[in-house]
Nanobody, 123 residues
Framework: QVQLVESGGGLVQAGDSLRLSCAASTRTFSSYGMGWFRQAPGKEREFVAA????????YYADSVKGRFTISRDNAKNTVYLQMNSLKPEDTAAYYC????????????????WGQGTQVTVSS
């Protein structure tokens, strides 16, 4: 069973950038599709971005398209989320997740989740 650990969250101002990382403890990392989700207080968990096994396919939520970039380094068992032009509405706990599907943008398709990292964007 893969374990995921996110890092890189923090408090930033609107317009700033952050890069989240998610390290996976598995030798078969390249067999997992990976995704980032976020959840703000009082709201449901929502899809942010996803990347396929070998990074040939990426999906983004409309709200982050053009500002966020998902990438992965299979040699380092790590997936990243580069977040630029951050907005206060991006404030949430961010979770990475792993799926045995090639790629997915629905939470139920993911079977392993990290503990989350908080991103707070002040105006």
């Amino acid at each position: 069973q893969v374990q995921l650990v996110e890092s890189g969250g923090g408090l930033v101002q609107a317009g700033d950038s952050l890069r989240l990382s998610c390290a996976a403890s598995t030798r078969t990392f390249s067999s997992y599709g990976m995704g980032w989700f976020r959840q703000a207080p009082g709201k449901e968990r929502e899809f942010v971005a996803a990347i396929s096994w070998r990074a040939r396919i990426t999906y983004y939520a409309d709200s982050v398209k053009g500002r966020f970039t998902i990438s992965r380094d299979n040699a380092k068992n790590t997936v990243y989320l580069q977040m630029n032009s951050l907005k206060p509405e991006d404030t949430a706990a961010y979770y990475c997740a792993a799926t045995l599907k090639v790629v997915a943008n629905i939470p139920n398709e993911y079977n392993t989740w990290g503990q989350g990292t908080q991103v707070t964007v002040s105006s």
